[in-house]
Nanobody, 125 residues
Framework: QVQLVESGGGLVQAGDSLRLSCAAS????????MGWFRQAPGQEREFVAV????????FVADSVKGRFTISRDNAKNTVYLQMNNLIPEDTAVYYC??????????????????WGQGTRVTVSS
């Protein structure tokens, strides 16, 4: 079992930055690839970014490319999502997730084994 706890969400203005964190506990963190998803009201859960077990490979969605960066610190059992130049369309609940397919840059929710409870990000115009 892996427990995931997100933090760092909040209310910001367009153009601002936020850094989300996801702290993991339980089994060996470096055994998992980690992803970030988001879900806006009335929308399906959307892939945002993924990082493999070592941090050597990442992939981000086109909608956030150039603005969001995913990283991880295996010594701290934490994955981060740096979000710059936020826009109102980024408003959503952001979830981190872990997949035992540690080498895979998984982009669909069904490929993930564990989920956090989410942290809300609201971007005002």
């Amino acid at each position: 079992q892996v427990q995931l706890v997100e933090s760092g969400g909040g209310l910001v203005q367009a153009g601002d930055s936020l850094r989300l964190s996801c702290a993991a506990s339980g089994r060996t963190f470096s055994s998992y690839a980690m992803g970030w998803f988001r879900q806006a009201p009335g929308q399906e859960r959307e892939f945002v970014a993924v990082i493999n077990w070592s941090g050597g490979s990442t992939f981000v969605a086109d909608s956030v490319k150039g603005r969001f960066t995913i990283s991880r610190d295996n010594a701290k059992n934490t994955v981060y999502l740096q979000m710059n130049n936020l826009i109102p369309e980024d408003t959503a609940v952001y979830y981190c997730a872990a997949t035992g397919r540690a080498w895979l840059l998984a982009r669909t929710p069904l490929q993930y084994d564990y989920w956090g409870q989410g942290t809300r990000v609201t971007v005002s115009s």
